[in-house]
């Protein structure tokens, strides 16, 4: 079973480009977990989704046109799927602040199959002058208590635009980022958190070194010099690591400032 997971940063401006369905058609996910669709379903016209038909689609969107948003195309009928962050964490983890309400933000998405949970998120940034960290305090633990709430059931995968790289070798440019948004103490210690829980970074179980990202700025040939950031993972509990059997990036899947993530599991 292939789960992909990718930051399309406007799921209309990759399907515009002819980039979508040569993705698909490839690598053949059988669940697809999206972020930063940048679109209700209804703006998406019925061709598409009747040319995407073998994928059930589960659109997650923001309540502002144009903005954030997630979805799960799969391939699988999921027997639950689940929009948002649950009501009680909502108001245990207090999830907005002067720049809006992330939980009208369409940020996470969570499909339940018969052996596992697949969620996906969106992870607010925390902006260049750092005035969102606060609420990344309060965003980080809230997913992850509900992942752990799921995990408690069934084992959890969850994927998505985590917003953050983790340590040294998941940037390029470490010591002239450090401090900065995406590589703080605050943020990294979000991620710090989830290894704790028992979580595992799937990508980390095969390759220990370096130079692989999945973001790249759109400026300077960031992307063609692979000056770039590891802020997309596929993470899952710790009692499905003996059937991960690959976990990758794929920088060659252009459409996006961002590339997929992937994991293979044999269920």
């Known amino acids: 079973m292939k789960i992909y997971s990718w930051n399309v940063n406007g799921i209309r401006a990759v399907e515009k480009k002819g980039l979508l369905e040569p993705f698909l058609r490839e690598h053949q996910p059988d669940v697809l977990c999206i972020q930063e669709t940048k679109a209700q379903e209804e703006q998406v016209d019925g061709q598409f989704l009747e040319k995407y038909g073998e994928y059930e689609q589960y659109w997650h969107s923001a309540e502002r046109k144009g903005y954030s948003g997630t979805a799960i195309f799969t391939k699988i009928p999921p027997e639950n799927v689940v929009f948002g962050i649950p009501e009680d964490l ?13 939980t009208k933000e369409g940020r996470v998405t969570t499909a339940e199959f ?30 992850l208590e509900y ?7 069934k084992p959890v995968i969850y994927c998505g635009d985590f917003n953050v790289a983790h340590t040294e070798i998941d940037l ?29 970074d799937t990508f980390r179980l095969f390759e220990k070194a370096g130079g692989h990202y999945t973001w790249w700025s759109q400026m300077g040939g960031a992307r063609a010099r692979n000056v770039g950031w590891r802020i997309d993972y596929v993470m899952v509990a710790e009692a499905l690591v003996p059937v991960v059997k690959r976990a990758n990036i794929h920088p060659d899947v252009m459409g996006s400032d961002h590339s997929p993530v992937s994991v293979e599991i044999a269920l």
């Open 114 to 143: 018969e052996h596992f949970y697949v969620s996906t998120v969106y992870t607010p940034n925390a902006k260049d002058d750092l005035s969102r960290i606060p609420m990344r305090q309060h965003w980080d633990p809230a997913y």
């Open 147 to 153: 992942m752990q709430r799921l995990n408690e059931e």
């Open 172 to 200: 390029a440019r470490p010591k002239p980022n450090a401090g900065k948004k995406g590589f703080t103490e605050e943020e990294r210690s979000g991620f710090d958190a989830m290894l704790a829980a028992g979580f595992v």
């Open 90 to 102: 909502k108001h245990k983890y207090e999830l907005d602040d002067t720049y809006g309400d992330t």
